[in-house]
């Protein structure tokens, strides 16, 4: 399978998913990406199109921490995304796993926010 038919599947799968998953004020969507290097986090409340937290590997007090968007990145990331989240009063939220498979790194970064506190 050729390199742009992996990523028509890919972007099937997000619109697909993107049709089911909508986030609010009250549990916004969590949505996460994963680069070759670095990986985004971020809630969203798609009523009215704003991101309500934000976090990356690129932030400067994770980046000595997460050198890669591997499993311990994944993991280190969700920790520090659900104490980032609880701060600014979100304690639920939609898990958006934009087209990827659940398991591996999407899993982890879940189960991550699970033990932070957040309610997914």
Excluded: C
């Amino acid at each position: 399978m050729n390199t742009i038919r992996k990523a028509q599947l890919l972007q099937k799968r997000k619109w697909r998913i993107r049709q089911k998953v909508a986030g609010t004020a009250a549990r916004p969507r969590l949505s996460v990406k994963f680069s070759e290097r670095h990986i985004y986090a971020q809630a969203v409340d798609d009523d009215s199109a704003t991101t309500l937290v934000f976090l990356s590997s690129l932030d400067p007090e994770l980046r000595p921490k997460i050198l890669k968007a591997n499993l311990a990145g994944a993991k280190a990331l969700g920790v520090a995304f659900a104490a980032k989240a609880k701060a600014a009063g979100l304690g639920q939220v939609v898990f958006d796993r934009n087209g990827r498979p659940y398991h591996g790194k999407v899993k982890v970064f879940a189960d991550a926010a699970r033990e932070g506190g957040l309610v997914l």
